[in-house]
């Protein structure tokens, strides 16, 4: 396979893929300015933090929100403080006697605005994909997937 495309569409697949997703994001976020209580933080990357919280079965730890998405841990610590000190959330002292471990739980505030992104992450979604047919988002999905595992693939065996 030549490096060089054919088709100049296909030149920069990736920066198209940038500019929908911030154009979604800021979609989003428009349907979010009234919403009451929108912090700064809430409003940004921690967003993706409070969504895994309400989502998640069970008990959510610090080590779990690192693991399922791949943030460091110093970042997640000045998010998780940042989203505390909003409201958004508490930390709990576990009953195991580790006091340094603390379960990370929705607030009423945390939960409301929790709630609220998902209202408006479904009206973009729908918004943004009328007019397209069934069988062209089933392939862009497919395509989709297959640019992600690529992606995750790529450079895997160069040593």
């Known amino acids: ?3 060089k495309f054919d ?3 296909l030149r920069h697949i990736g920066f198209w893929l940038e500019n929908i997703s ?3 994001k800021k979609a989003i976020g ?3 300015i009234n919403t009451e209580d929108c ?3 809430a409003c940004n990357k921690s967003g993706w933090i409070l969504g895994f919280i309400k989502r998640h079965d069970g008990p959510v730890y610090q080590k779990d929100i690192e693991a399922i998405l791949g943030m460091p841990k110093s970042t997640l610590a000045d998010i998780l403080q940042s989203i505390e000190k909003e409201g958004y959330i508490q930390k709990l002292p576990v009953k195991d006697g580790d006091s340094r471990k603390k379960e990370i739980i929705l607030t009423e505030k945390g939960l409301a605005y929790t709630n609220a992104v998902e ?3 479904c009206a973009v979604e729908k918004y943004i994909i009328k007019d397209i047919s069934k069988e062209d988002l089933a392939v862009t999905r497919r395509v989709l997937e297959q640019i992600k595992k690529n992606a995750s693939e790529y450079g895997l065996d160069i040593n």
């Open 1 to 3: 396979m030549s490096d």
């Open 7 to 9: 088709n100049e569409d």
């Open 22 to 24: 911030r154009e979604i």
């Open 30 to 32: 428009r349907g979010l």
């Open 39 to 41: 912090g700064e933080s």
């Open 119 to 121: 209202e408006q992450i």
